[in-house]
C-alpha cells in the first residue's frame, strides 16, 4: 500500500502490543479479569485520600521533577536521589532507556518470551532485536544472552520475575553474567513483580546496582502497590544515566494525583508487602494444583503462573476460561493466569481439571 504520509519505515515492523481481554459476561456468573497482572485488591484506604486530595487542583501542573517522591524512593531504597527517575509507569522508563542507547546500526539482547513491550520498543528505534529464548524450566539462559552481545549491542533487557513465565535471576547468575557484560553496555533489570518474589535466592537489584554501575533497576507501583492506572514507576540508575533518561523523559509526565499515591502507598510499604506476600501464598496453592492436574508450570514468583501449553491446548484452555466468566492470557507457549480472588482462580481449576 502506497503510503500518503512521511512516516518511518521501522512501523512496518512493529510488533503489536496485545492488551488483556476483559471478561466476556456469562449468566449468574460475576466476571474476573485475570489477563493483566493487575492487584486484585482496592488501593490502601489513606492512598485512596491522597489520590483525592491530590486530584482537586487538575488546573495546575504537578511537580516536574516529582522531587518528594524521588526523595522518599531514594530514602526507601538507600540511594542518591540523583539516581532516581520517575516516569509514567515502568514503560515509560524502558521507553526512555531504549531511546539514550538504541538507533538504526544498534542490537538489543533480551530474554523471550518475556514482556511484551521489549521488542515493541526495540522496533520504534529501528534497532536490531536478538530475543534469546528462555530454558525449558522459563528461565533466562545466560550463556545464550551473553553469546547474543557483540559490538552493536546498546542494551540488554533482563526480567526478574519473568513475565509472563514466572522466575526469578539469583543473585548468582546475575552477578556472573554482569562479569561477561562489556561494562559501558546498560542492562536493565526489570522487577515489575518484585515484591511478589518469595525465592531467596532471588537478586536483590539494589545490591546488585551497588556493584554494577551499568545495571539499570526499573521499578512500578502498577504491580504490587495497585496503581495500575495512575501510571507511574521508576528507574535506579546511575547518576550519568538518570541524567540522559531525564533529557529524553516528557515533564510533567506523572500526574500530581500518581506522585501523591505512590508518596503515601510507598510509606505504607510494609503494608504493601504484606499484601503481596498474601498474594504470594494464593499463588504458590494455585501453582501447586495445577501441577497436580498434570500440567507444566514454571517456578511462579511473580502475582501470575504460567501454563506451559501448545497452541491448540492454550486455545482451548482460554477458550473454556472465558465461557465461565475468567479472561486469562493466552501467549506464545502457554497461558498467563493472573492470581485474583479465590472464586476466579477455582474456577480456572475447575476447567483445567476437565481438559
Ligand atoms: C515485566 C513488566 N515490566 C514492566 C511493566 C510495565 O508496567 P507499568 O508501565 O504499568 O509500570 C509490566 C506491565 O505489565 C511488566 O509486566
Given at each position: 500500500m502506497s503510503k500518503r504520509f512521511l512516516l518511518r519505515d521501522a512501523l512496518a515492523q512493529f510488533p503489536p502490543y496485545v492488551p488483556g481481554k476483559p471478561p466476556v459476561s456469562a449468566p449468574g456468573l460475576t466476571p474476573y479479569k485475570l489477563s493483566s497482572n493487575e492487584h486484585h485488591l482496592p488501593p490502601l484506604p489513606s492512598v485512596v485520600e491522597a489520590l483525592t486530595a491530590a486530584s482537586a487542583v487538575p488546573g495546575n501542573y504537578p511537580d516536574p521533577s516529582a522531587g518528594r517522591l524521588v526523595a522518599d524512593i531514594a530514602a526507601h531504597l538507600d540511594v542518591d536521589a540523583a539516581e532516581v527517575v520517575p516516569g509514567a509507569g515502568a514503560s515509560e522508563v524502558l521507553s526512555a532507556l531504549t531511546n539514550i542507547t538504541l538507533e538504526a546500526g544498534t542490537s538489543v539482547v533480551y530474554p523471550w518470551p518475556?514482556?511484551?513491550?521489549y521488542p515493541i520498543l526495540a522496533s520504534a528505534r529501528g534497532a536490531e532485536k536478538r530475543p534469546v529464548a528462555l530454558l525449558d524450566n522459563g528461565r533466562h539462559d545466560f550463556q545464550g544472552l551473553s553469546a547474543a552481545i557483540d559490538d552493536t549491542t546498546r542494551l540488554v533487557l533482563l526480567c526478574s520475575p519473568n513475565n509472563p513465565t514466572g522466575p526469578t535471576i539469583t543473585a548468582a547468575e546475575l552477578d556472573g553474567f554482569m562479569a561477561e557484560v562489556p561494562p559501558e553496555v546498560i542492562v536493565v533489570l526489570d522487577e515489575a513483580y518484585m515484591e511478589f518474589a518469595t525465592d531467596a535466592e532471588a537478586a536483590d537489584g539494589v545490591a546488585a546496582f551497588r556493584r554494577h554501575p551499568n545495571l539499570v533497576l526499573a521499578r512500578t507501583f502498577s504491580k504490587a502497590h495497585g496503581l495500575a492506572g495512575l501510571r507511574v514507576g521508576f528507574g535506579i540508575a546511575d547518576a550519568e544515566i538518570a541524567g540522559a533518561l531525564r533529557q529524553v523523559i516528557a515533564p510533567f509526565s506523572v500526574t500530581a494525583a500518581a506522585q501523591a499515591a505512590a508518596v503515601e502507598s510507598l510509606a505504607k510499604v510494609d503494608e504493601v508487602a504484606v499484601r503481596a506476600k498474601e498474594i504470594a501464598a494464593v499463588r504458590d496453592r494455585f501453582a501447586q494444583d495445577l501441577r497436580d492436574l498434570g500440567f507444566t508450570v514454571p517456578d511462579a514468583q511473580g502475582n501470575y503462573v504460567w501454563v506451559a501449553l501448545d497452541a491448540e491446548a492454550a486455545v482451548a484452555f482460554e477458550g473454556a476460561c472465558a465461557e465461565v466468566a475468567v479472561a486469562v492470557r493466552r501467549l506464545q507457549g502457554g497461558v498467563r493466569v493472573s492470581i485474583g480472588p479465590d472464586e476466579a482462580l477455582d474456577r480456572v481449576l475447575k476447567v483445567a481439571a476437565e481438559l
Open positions: 518475556s514482556f511484551e513491550m
